[in-house]
């Protein structure tokens, strides 16, 4: 299938030629018709199945066609809401680059920067708008952000939202909104939570899922053992050796990507930090630098790197397994993108035993134990199995392989009718 078959504008199609995309990726092939025919879509998809110009592409197309008076004014008709600044940084330039030939206008607003030149923008006239929440709502405090006249609402990433606790702000903005709208939420998972807001505003949704809670194949995945201490030594080693021009690591916390960063550097490697302690500024200057090649190593907590965007990044390293294990997921999307080939590797030691078993459970396969000559671990990193029976961890289940404590023998207590005529 081609894009030409959407039955996209010429102008639309001009902008997706001049990126070099010819052919849809499987979630554009199954949302942009959905969208087109004004369906709510409820779509499950990773990052880097090119989900953004899933909903992008047909929202300009459905957009540019408009009265003259909206032309002039150019109120806000398309909200998309996003979890972080960096993610409502690249949907903002994926609509800007996709609409460059339209007459619509466009804007992103987030935290972390001056609020003044954003309201002059609003102020001025944009069509769609991108937002994080929490700016968001400021601004419509303000009264600088008109959403009466919204027509598309997405809500992006929205297993993310719930996870960093803008539930309650998401349910503010939908307060917001006409009721007359067309709504698409896309997420990489569907907990019961995520099923439940999307009932509360989806309207008979088409429901499209591609590889859901699965690693691209693209990705070649590996894990190492390494005792806990050698772990630093190991990635310097991984670094240097293999020539890498270009990784990002994963840390789960703010001050062990700064500690990290910083042994880095003492050992030669030019690495820099982003979490959501930094600055937009040093952010994006951190950002630009991975992305220019003058800075090897990108350190990041996943809240941070949610929704990068890095051309054909070759190497992605979990220094640190994520508590979640639909993090490991999302974290190795930032490899294997758009057709092209990446690695992901795992530090793992004995004490992150448990979250690799849930990771492998959760993407069904084992992960390739790989030992570094120098760097052997005493530790004991089990190759699992599959389970037969594949469900989502729940770590408050009993771990068969853990010898159950006997439950102490505890008298009934009398209850008040039994008190009373004791004391009687």
Request: aromatic letters at 4%; one cysteine or more; glycine letters at 8%.
């Amino acid at each position: 299938m081609t894009f030409e078959q959407f039955g996209l504008s010429a102008e639309i199609l001009r902008a997706v030629r001049d990126q070099g995309y010819t052919t849809p990726t499987p979630v554009q092939e199954k949302s942009i018709p959905v969208v087109l025919e004004g369906h709510d879509i409820l779509a499950g998809a990773q990052t880097g199945t090119g989900k953004t110009a899933g909903f992008t592409l047909p929202m300009l197309q459905l957009m540019q066609k408009v009265h003259p008076e909206r032309r002039r004014k150019h109120p806000i008709r398309a909200l998309v809401l996003t979890p972080t600044r960096e993610l409502a940084a690249q949907v903002g330039d994926s609509i800007a680059t996709y609409g460059k030939h339209l007459s619509l206008r466009s804007t992103v607003v987030f935290g972390g920067v001056g609020i003044n030149p954003q309201i002059q923008k609003l102020r001025r006239g944009v069509d769609i708008l991108v937002a994080t929440p929490g700016r968001l709502l400021d601004l419509a405090g303000q009264g600088e952000a008109d959403l009466a006249n919204i027509e598309f609402f997405v809500l992006d990433e929205a297993d993310r939202m719930l996870d960093m606790g803008f539930i309650h702000d998401i349910r503010r903005v939908l307060k917001m909104l006409p009721k007359q709208r067309q709504n698409l939420l896309f997420s990489a998972t569907f907990s019961d939570e995520i099923k439940q807001l999307a009932n509360g505003f989806l309207k008979s949704p088409t429901y499209v899922e591609v590889e859901s809670n699965r690693a691209s194949h693209q990705v070649t995945q590996v894990v190492h053992p390494v005792g806990k201490s050698r772990k630093r030594a190991l990635l310097s080693h991984l670094i240097s050796e293999g020539d890498w021009r270009q990784v990002l690591v994963f840390t789960k916390t703010k001050h062990g990507a700064n500690r990290l960063t910083k042994q880095l550097e003492s050992d030669g490697i030019h690495a820099a930090a982003i979490h959501g302690n930094k600055s937009q500024t040093a952010r994006t200057k951190a950002l630009a630098g991975f992305k220019g090649g003058s800075m090897r190593v990108l350190v990041a907590t996943d809240i941070a790197a949610r929704g990068l965007d890095i051309d054909q990044l070759p190497h992605v390293v979990n220094y640190e397994l994520p508590h979640v294990p639909e993090d490991y997921v999302h974290r190795i999307g930032r490899t294997g993108r758009a057709g092209h080939t990446g690695e992901a590797m795992s530090l793992v030691c004995g004490e992150e035993q448990k979250l690799l078993t849930a990771i492998e459970r959760l993407i069904e396969r084992d992960i390739q134990k790989i030992s570094v000559p120098g760097f052997e671990s005493t530790d004991k990193i089990e190759a699992l199995a599959p389970a037969p029976q594949r469900r989502r961890p729940d770590h408050r289940r009993h771990d068969p392989a853990s010898p159950r404590k006997p439950r102490r023998s505890r008298g009934r207590r009398p209850g008040r009718r039994e008190r009373a005529a004791q004391s009687s």
